[in-house]
Structure formats: structure tokens, C-alpha cells
């Protein structure tokens, strides 16, 4: 049985059988703690029955400053998933989906317009875990390989912030507000 609950500090010493993956990207432990302090409710633990930690996601709410409005790639209040992993041998159960969930209905009932993620376009399970999920890539990165994939969320009822077709539609680094 998998539980699902809210990261602790402590978790950042147990966090390994995921973090070792090649897959998954490691940051500073300063960062993980920025994360818990500012987005708590967007920094989720995936445990087994055992108390050990199987998976977790960590994103944020952020949106580009209003200055920026008229550009084509202004964003607005939205959630970003920075980090979603599962240690390899918990994959394929259904756990990133239900972490990926969790983080959809915090950032709903945060108002957030739609959710994003970047995945490698070489990624191919994700990119079709996060297709049958609802996500569509929205532009494809000139600097690095990778989709911005979007899901709306409530908000946006006339899905005013997904492109079809997104990965023809290029963004390069100097188009994106790096706040």
C-alpha cells in the first residue's frame, strides 16, 4: 500500500533510492528546503507500507511579472512541477500518477490556470504517462531537448493556455522569464 503525505525535513536524508536513478535530477539540499518552506503543499512524499520513500513531487506556483503580458510566452499563475520521480523498481504502479494528482488538485485549489512540466523529448514512458494524464507539450526547448507540457486546470475552461500542435512551436531560452 502506498501512502502519500507531505514532505518533511527529515525525508531529505532518506530521499536516496530515488535520487540515485540516472533519470532523476539532484539539486542542492538548500534548494529542497526553499521548496518546502515556499510550497509546502506542492512538496509530496510517496511511501511503502515499509515507511520508505518510494517516490515524491516538487513543484511550485509562480507566474511571469505583468510587464512581460504581452509577450507570446508571458505565463500566468500557474503550478510547476520541478521534480516528479519514482525509484525504478516502484515504477509502473501507478504512483507517479497519483503524486501527479495530488500536485494537480493543490495547485486547483490554489487557482492556478494549468500545470506544467518539462520532459526530455527522449523520454518516451513519461511523455506518454503525462499524455494519458492529460498533458499536451506546448513548446519544444531550442537550448535543451525537452517538452513544456500543459494540463489546464479548472480555470481554464476555454484552455486558453495550451497550444496544439506545441511541438512544432519552438521557445528559446531568451523568450522564457527566469525569475
Not at 53 to 65: A, Q, S, T, V
Not at 162 to 170: A, D, L, P, T
Request: hydrophobic share 35%; glycine share 6%; aromatic share 10%.
Amino acid at each position: 500500500m502506498t501512502a502519500l503525505r507531505q514532505c518533511r525535513m527529515t525525508d531529505l536524508l532518506r530521499m536516496s533510492l530515488c535520487n540515485l536513478d540516472p533519470l532523476t535530477e539532484n539539486y542542492d539540499v538548500h534548494f529542497y528546503i526553499e521548496y518546502m518552506a515556499r510550497w509546502p503543499s506542492l512538496f509530496t512524499i510517496a511511501e511503502n507500507s515499509d515507511g520508505q520513500i518510494i517516490g515524491y513531487i516538487m513543484g511550485k506556483l509562480e507566474e511571469d511579472p505583468a510587464y512581460l503580458s504581452f509577450s507570446n510566452n508571458h505565463l500566468p499563475w500557474h503550478g510547476h512541477v520541478t521534480a516528479l520521480t519514482v525509484a525504478p523498481q516502484y515504477r509502473r504502479l501507478g504512483i507517479a500518477r497519483l503524486l501527479t494528482e495530488a500536485f494537480e488538485r493543490a495547485c486547483d485549489n490554489q487557482n492556478a490556470w494549468f500545470v506544467d512540466l518539462f520532459v526530455r523529448t527522449s523520454n518516451d514512458r513519461a511523455i506518454t504517462m503525462y499524455r494519458k494524464m492529460g498533458e499536451n507539450p506546448t513548446s519544444k526547448s531550442a537550448g535543451e531537448d525537452a517538452f513544456d507540457m500543459r494540463k489546464p486546470m479548472r480555470r481554464d475552461k476555454n484552455r486558453k493556455h495550451i497550444r496544439k500542435n506545441g511541438e512544432e512551436y519552438r521557445i528559446n531560452p531568451e523568450d522564457v522569464y527566469h525569475g
